[in-house]
């Protein structure tokens, strides 16, 4: 970076007028398939391009993770968001963007995508007062990028780049890998747990075991535990 010589005519002496340092962001690879990285470059800001294990941007000190209003429903839906939020949790400071709500409807109460409104209003409520991670809503791309400069327009310091997936406890494993089964939920696979203390003891449940705990559930699991490949 140049510096540059200037006459200050006041005191008569020479000064070195020291360059504004180019705002900079840190976007995962995969942001290259769409608009934002670029719409930032055309705004002067340099994009390093890095494989990042959790977020899509850090600006600063800050991780980001940016959702489009329908990626956020297929992974809050595929469970991939849940474990997401976790590896945010290992910051101090993170946010999570949901992009696109002038474009595309967040609550569909016409259950298009088979998620009532108020179980993704209750996810949201979780992320904020559980996990304690805000959430910003903006309206386009164009507006994601809006706030992406504002931050950086923040006191910047060092991040670190050596995040790593959060790892699951032995119940945490046991627990994923009943959720896994159609129709099986976070409660109802702890429940499971409990009774038959094993993924063996819940297989290996007689169907009319398995109703007592999750009713018309157990017809399903009962079938696809038995099911030939």
Not at 23 to 36: G, H, P, S, T
Not at 143 to 161: R, W
Not at 182 to 211: M, Q, S, Y
């Amino acid at each position: 970076m140049k510096t540059k010589e200037i006459f200050n005519i006041f005191s008569g002496k020479r000064v070195i007028e020291k360059p504004k340092e180019k705002k900079k962001i840190i976007a995962d690879y995969r942001e290259k398939n769409c608009l934002i990285p670029y719409e930032l470059m055309d705004l002067g800001v340099e994009v390093e391009f890095r494989e990042l294990k959790v977020g899509d941007y850090i600006a600063g000190d800050i991780i980001i993770e940016r959702k489009t209003v329908s990626d956020f429903i297929s992974s809050m839906l595929n469970r991939r968001l849940s474990n997401q939020i976790e590896d945010l949790k290992q910051y101090q400071d993170k946010l999570l963007i949901i992009e696109g709500i002038e474009e595309k409807e967040l609550y569909n109460d016409d259950n298009e995508t088979g998620v009532h409104a108020n179980a993704i209003r209750g996810f949201l409520l979780s992320v904020t007062l559980k996990h304690k991670i805000p959430i910003i809503f903006t309206k386009n791309s164009e507006d994601t990028v809006k706030y992406l400069l504002i931050l950086l327009n923040k006191k910047e310091n060092e991040i670190s780049l050596n995040a790593k997936k959060k790892g699951r406890n032995k119940k945490e494993q046991l627990q994923f890998i009943l959720e896994s089964f159609p129709g099986i939920g976070p409660k109802t696979a702890k429940r499971l747990l409990k009774e038959f203390k094993t993924i063996k003891g819940v297989i290996n449940a007689t169907k009319e075991e398995l109703k007592k705990i999750i009713g018309k559930k157990a017809e399903l699991l009962s079938e696809l535990t038995n099911r030939d490949y």
